[in-house]
T-cell receptor, first 114, second 114 residues
Framework: GENVEQHPSTLSVQEGDSAVIKCTYS??????FPWYKQELGKRPQLIID?????GEKKDQRIAVTLNKTAKHFSLHITETQPEDSAVYFCAASKYTGTASKLTFGTGTRLQVTL | SQTIHQWPATLVQPVGSPLSLECTVE??????LYWYRQAAGRGLQLLFY??????ISSEVPQNLSASRPQDRQFILSSKKLLLSDSGFYLCAWDTYSGNVSPLHFGNGTRLTVT
């Protein structure tokens, strides 16, 4: 089955700096790669996603890049703010035509310091 | 708009007791439904998914079971809880539209088995 590795496990940046989180996946047939943000005690919330036919996607301060050849994808957050502090999860799935079974990375705890 | 309801929010149960967690989705028909578990400080593990009424697929062998008695209702059960069943249980949904749609999570149930 799919295996997703995520690093770093913790990341501390100063407010205004950029943060980069990287993930690799094992199944070359995976075609959907979402990123979730989870604040303490709350549900994961989708912040951005990318499909295998796209190499990069941007939404304001957040961007995701995908390298299908190397089987890795990254989340980039620019001009970080204290409210960006949370745990971020990457995920990958191979859409089977019915259900999309996401395999999640182990998460990155991002701390934005003043 | 679509909403997902999950209850209870927190639950403390003794070892050996039964479990029933319920999840309902509003505002959509024939959703794919999922149960994920998140151990403390860990990633999200897919437990069960369902593509239709009465159709349940199990991803991880354990003493838990799932049922889908109605189109928008998903239930997670156990006859006898173990200490290792403690965790944050998240119901989620997406829809089949010929392509991948984002996965949305409920607010979760924090289960502590004592």
């Amino acid at each position: 089955g799919e295996n997703v590795e995520q690093h770093p496990s913790t990341l501390s940046v100063q407010e205004g700096d950029s943060a980069v989180i990287k993930c690799t996946y094992s199944d070359s047939a995976s075609n959907y790669f979402p990123w979730y943000k989870q604040e303490l005690g709350k549900r994961p919330q989708l912040i951005i996603d990318i499909r295998s036919n796209v190499g990069e996607k941007k939404d304001q301060r957040i961007a995701v890049t995908l390298n299908k050849t190397a089987k890795h994808f990254s989340l980039h957050i620019t001009e970080t703010q204290p409210e960006d502090s949370a745990v971020y999860f990457c995920a990958a799935s191979k859409y089977t035509g019915t259900a999309s079974k996401l395999t999640f990375g182990t998460g990155t705890r991002l701390q934005v310091t003043l | 708009s679509q909403t997902i309801h999950q209850w209870p929010a927190t639950l403390v149960q003794p070892v050996g007791s039964p479990l029933s967690l319920e999840c309902t989705v509003e505002g959509t028909s024939n959703p794919n439904l999922y149960w994920y578990r998140q151990a403390a400080g860990r990633g999200l593990q897919l437990l069960f998914y369902s593509v239709g009424i009465g159709q349940i697929s199990s991803e991880v062998p354990q003493n838990l079971s799932a049922s889908r008695p109605q189109d928008r209702q998903f239930i997670l059960s156990s006859k006898k809880l173990l200490l290792s069943d403690s965790g944050f249980y998240l119901c989620a949904w997406d829809t089949y539209s010929g392509n991948v749609s984002p996965l949305h999570f409920g607010n979760g149930t924090r289960l502590t088995v004592t």
